[in-house]
């Protein structure tokens, strides 16, 4: 069955702190992705990589910034965490190139900055 | 650019109702074009898909068109069920192929028994 997880359901953290989501699939996926999930904006993409140390900018990327060291994992980090920054962060993968590729979604963390 | 325009919610049936939730889409050329649903405390999964024009996707009861003349694919289901209980998200992929997907505001489905 695949499988993509991440490290927390639920995260609380502090104005200006610094703040890594980790992310591992087990598919072999190439393609790795990020979205932040606020009610009535659905999901918004934070940054995707397609490769190992690759990574691409999505819509939202500010505040943000990713690593990807090894194919299996993909980690998001905010660099100094903010109050805006509180909503629900999931994680998908997907298999090698074409646009009609599922994508498979972690269970999400959600994220409180206070 | 591409971008997903959903029906807003929520939606409340009762169980046995015919739900019907509209989608439409910006996007130049030919995207694939998905249902994705997110049971309550869980991550998105995949219901649903076409790639194509005239595409019909099945799934669970579900059913969804790719209608290229309209823009849309919108979602139906006959006879829903409690378990169908849900926020459901459209979503597409430029034909362009960088993979990355465009979403919906997403819909809440409430099916009360």
């Known amino acids: 069955d695949v499988k993509v997880t991440q490290s927390s359901r639920y995260l609380v953290k502090r104005t200006g702190e610094k703040v890594f989501l980790e992310c591992v699939q087990d598919?072999?996926?190439?393609?790795m992705f990020w979205y932040r999930q606020d009610p009535g904006l659905g999901l918004r993409l934070i940054y995707f990589s397609y490769d190992v140390k690759m990574k691409e900018k999505g819509d939202i990327p500010e505040g943000y910034s990713v690593s990807r060291e090894k194919k299996e994992r993909f980690s998001l980090i905010l660099e100094s965490a903010s109050t805006n920054q509180t909503s629900m962060y999931l994680c998908?993968?997907?298999?090698?190139?074409?646009?009609?590729?599922?994508?498979?979604f972690g269970p999400g963390t959600r994220l409180t900055v206070l | 650019g591409n971008s997903v325009t959903q029906m807003e919610g929520p939606v409340t049936l009762s169980e046995e109702a015919f739900l019907t939730i509209n989608c439409t889409y910006t996007a130049t050329g030919y995207p694939s074009l998905f249902w994705y649903v997110q049971y309550p405390g869980e991550g998105l999964q995949l219901l649903l898909k076409?790639?194509?024009?005239?595409d019909k996707g099945s799934n669970k009861g579900f059913e969804a068109t790719y209608r290229k003349e309209t823009t849309s694919f919108h979602l139906e289901k006959g006879s829903v069920q409690v378990s169908d209980s849900a926020v459901y998200f459209c979503?597409?992929?430029?034909?362009?192929?960088?993979?990355?997907?465009?979403f919906g505001a997403g819909t809440t489905v409430t099916v009360r028994a």
């Open positions: 998908a993968s997907s298999l090698g190139r074409g646009n009609y590729n599922e994508q498979f």
């Open positions: 076409a790639t194509k024009a005239d």
């Open positions: 598919m072999d996926h190439e393609n």
């Open positions: 979503a597409l992929s430029a034909e362009s192929g960088d993979y990355k997907l465009s």
